[in-house]
C-alpha cells in the first residue's frame, strides 16, 4: 500500500526588529536596546496570531539590538 507524498510545509519567512540608542556601551544600555526590539517582536507577534513561530534570535550590531522572528504562515 502507497501513502500519498506529505504536503510541502509553507515558506519560512522572517522579520527582524531593532532597538537603537546613543550612549555609552555598557551592559544597561545593551539591555534597553534588547529590550526595544523585543518589545517590537512582541507586538508584531501578538498582532500576528497567525503564524507559527520556528524561532526567535538575538544579537547585537555597532549600536544595535536586533530581535529575528523565524515563522511560518498557518494554513487557512
Known amino acids: 500500500m502507497t501513502t500519498p ?18 550612549g555609552l556601551q555598557t551592559a544597561g544600555f545593551d539591555r ?13 507577534l501578538a498582532s500576528h496570531p497567525s503564524v507559527d513561530v520556528i524561532s526567535i534570535e538575538s544579537s547585537f550590531g555597532n549600536l ?8 511560518r504562515r498557518k494554513h487557512q
Open 5 to 22: 507524498p506529505p504536503l510541502p510545509l509553507p515558506v519560512m519567512e522572517c522579520i527582524r526588529f531593532e532597538g537603537s540608542g546613543v
Open 32 to 44: 534597553k536596546r534588547l529590550d526595544a526590539a523585543q518589545a517590537a517582536a512582541r507586538e508584531w
Open 64 to 71: 544595535l539590538a536586533f530581535v529575528t522572528v523565524w515563522y
